[in-house]
């Protein structure tokens, strides 16, 4: 925490408490990304962290307290003008577009990018990381394998040339294997200069590479450390587990629409 | 729409393996239609090679077959109105795509196209226009058109369907019906009840022209029809706004994810589709000359079957439905129904038409093109 003093966060919230419908999904939350950290949300189900990133992106409003994108209150922007400022998310279970080519999944990530130039460049960077998408340009998203399904999304969220990276459980549904090798690709694209902020329920993968992390219990942050402090607090292990499914936010379950 | 798949899960047992009774009962249905199209077939071929053999005279003893000449103009009537289905079906299948409920109003906006193509064209007729510079003046009839009904459906998407966004599927589908009651009903307020017609088009238009004795007319809403559909094809294809409605269409909430305006483009998808139906418009009155408040009811319907037949949501599909229909109903009634000695077989087209519906849904729930609905999206 140290390192980030005195500077201003990328992506922050302050305070933020939203709802679905009855249920307070998040309370009071504080959370501040700074440019060039990996950073990570953990917690349980239903603890609100597919909430977290709704928030973020602009497709829940909190209820209360403020969402801040590079110094600028955003409460009120939809998310398009969040992604044209430098946000964008890898959603959970990946969620390419299945009918349409990887070439055009890729473009798509570009949408709201008008350099055709720096588009062009910016597909280079991505064949230059995943190799294998490029050998795929022509195809059908929803004839890849998982893992190259995996760099697609990533690649796609790479085209619109974001500031600061949202992963939403990027260990979900993937055999064990390409867990291993997704966390790998995650820690390659910090490394090359991405912010990035990482929502997971495995603890022990994400806090391996991340630089800070936060703990959530039933919409509260719980518990907030550098990755190597959490690792060693026991009350990590026992934050998951008081979580019980059945403490009232049932949200983050419904809010995935299959 | 799928009775004869078992309950979410299993996979649906195959066409010849039933399992269940109904499974037995669509079987045997779909063998007798099976059975009937192939008589029927083999009826009229043995009709056309000589109508006194004895399996020809039992099929229908006063069948006389049918002249080259009769069976290709069936072919290309059949073609001609079957493209006009083609495009009025786009419609249907494009918002199915993006919001998945079946817009039953856009019979209504084809039916506006073709009102707005009768009210330009008489006033150009009035000021001489029409006869001295048809092909300009159908130019200017077309845009007028494809304006008006573009405008009809986005109106329609913002004031009736959008603030049902997020309600069941059902509740939609109900509004649409009374939208098209509505859009009837404001016809006949502004325009009267009475049937009314386009001026009379050049002879070049009429005439039947040397090659293949085609009426010029069919030719230029086959030629028009095929331009169009080209067109919106490249639109929805290869253009970056094309992209974005097959994305919403796939995933609203993902889209919106990329940057993309879900609601802009749902209001682009209705203006391209009203788009179409007013050019389907123009070539209806272009070639039957007279419209009416209802004129878009049946058309509508057909071309909401040939979107079916198509597989509700495949663009190429909408296009190849409504050329089956077209052409099944042309041709049907005298190439099956004829031979096995039905009487007045050309009153049966409609019947044909939605029987083709039916059959295609016998034997390809999904339709032709279309991919199977994964079980929690049949509803």
């Known amino acids: 925490m140290s390192s980030s ?41 239903a603890s609100g962290k597919s909430t977290t990133l709704k928030t973020l992106l602009g ?25 044209a400022r430098g946000i964008t998310m890898v959603p959970e279970n990946r969620r390419l577009f299945k009918r349409l080519t990887v070439r055009e999944n890729l473009q798509l990530g570009a949408y709201l990018r008008k350099d055709s130039d720096g588009i062009a460049a910016d597909l280079e960077r991505v064949y230059e990381l995943f190799p294998r998408v490029k050998e795929r340009l022509g195809q059908k ?99 998951y587990l008081g979580g019980s499914k059945d403490s009232g936010d049932a949200a983050e379950g419904s809010g995935e629409p299959g | 729409m799928d009775e004869g798949a078992p309950p979410s899960g299993a996979p649906r047992p195959r066409l010849l393996r039933p399992r269940t009774r109904v ?28 109508p006194d053999n004895p399996f020809a005279r039992w099929a229908n003893p006063d069948a006389t077959g049918l002249t080259g000449a009769q069976f290709r103009g069936l072919v290309i009537s059949g073609i001609a109105q ?54 300009g003046s159908l130019v200017f009839i077309v845009v007028v058109s494809i304006i008006v009904s573009s405008l009809t459906a986005v109106v329609m998407e913002r004031v009736a369907y959008r603030p049902l966004r997020g309600a069941p599927r059902l509740i939609p589908l109900i509004t649409s019906i009374g939208v098209s009651f509505f859009l009837q009903n404001a016809s006949v307020v502004l325009l009267g ?7 009379n ?19 230029l809403v086959i030629v028009v029809a095929a331009l169009s559909m080209a067109a919106l094809w490249y639109y929805v294809d290869r253009t970056k706004t094309g992209k974005a409605m097959r994305a919403v269409a796939e995933d609203a909430e993902i889209a919106s994810l990329m940057g993309i305006d879900v609601n802009r483009t749902i209001v682009k998808v209705f203006a391209v589709g009203g788009a179409m139906a007013g050019m389907a418009g123009i070539l209806w009155g272009i070639l039957f000359r007279s419209v009416i ?63 083709m519906l039916i059959i295609v849904l016998l034997v390809r729930p999904a339709g032709l093109f279309g991919e199977r609905l994964p079980a929690e999206d049949r509803a």
């Not at chain 1, 500077?7 to 309370?27: Q, T």
């Not at chain 1, 969402?67 to 998310?79: F, S």
């Not at chain 1, 549904?173 to 929502?199: D, K, R, Y």
Request: aromatic share 8%; proline share 4%; with cysteine.
């Open chain 1, 5 to 45: 003093v005195g500077r201003i966060p990328l992506l922050e919230m302050r305070k933020v408490n939203a709802h679905y419908g009855a249920v307070h999904a998040l309370r009071d939350v504080d959370l501040s990304i700074y440019e060039g950290e990996l950073v990570c949300l953990l917690g349980g189900n």
């Open chain 1, 59 to 83: 497709m829940l409003k909190p209820t209360s307290g403020e969402v801040v994108l590079d110094g600028e209150v955003v409460n009120d922007r939809p998310t398009s003008y969040r992604v």
């Open chain 1, 141 to 239: 998203a929803g004839t890849l394998s998982g893992g190259e399904q995996q760099m697609v999304a990533i690649g796609r969220a790479l085209m619109s040339q974001p500031r600061v990276l949202l992963m939403d459980e990027p260990s979900m549904g993937l055999a064990p294997a390409l867990v291993q090798q997704n966390f790998e690709l995650i820690s390659q694209i910090h490394e090359a200069g991405m912010t990035v902020f990482m929502v997971e329920q495995n603890a022990n993968m994400a806090l391996g590479i991340a630089d800070r992390g936060w703990v959530l219990q039933t919409g509260r942050v719980v518990l907030d450390d550098t990755a190597e402090a959490l690792l060693a607090n026991p009350a990590l292990r026992t934050s």
């Open chain 2, 23 to 50: 499974d037995w009962f669509l079987t045997v249905i779909r063998v007798a239609v099976l059975i009937v199209l192939a008589v029927g077939f083999m009826a009229f071929i043995a009709q056309e090679i000589n």
């Open chain 2, 82 to 135: 079957g493209s006009m289905y083609g495009l009025i079906a786009l419609g249907y299948s494009m918002v199915y795509g993006v919001l998945g409920f079946i817009n039953f109003a856009h019979g209504e906006v084809f039916m506006v196209g073709a009102m707005t193509g009768m009210i330009t064209s008489n006033k150009l007729a009035d000021v001489g226009l029409w006869e001295s510079n048809f092909i």
């Open chain 2, 193 to 199: 009840p009475a049937s009314k017609s386009y001026p």
């Open chain 2, 201 to 219: 088009v050049p002879d070049w238009v009429k005439a039947k022209h040397t090659f293949l004795q085609i009426e010029g007319a069919k030719i």
């Open chain 2, 293 to 355: 408040h209802t004129t878009g009811f049946l058309p509508g319907i057909k071309a909401f079957s040939a979107a079916v037949v198509g597989g509700i949501g495949h663009l190429g599909g909408a296009m190849a439905g409504g050329l089956s229909i077209g052409v099944a109903e042309s041709v049907g009634p005298l190439l099956i129904l004829e031979p096995l000695g039905v009487s007045g077989v050309s009153q049966l087209r409609d019947a044909v038409a939605f029987s």
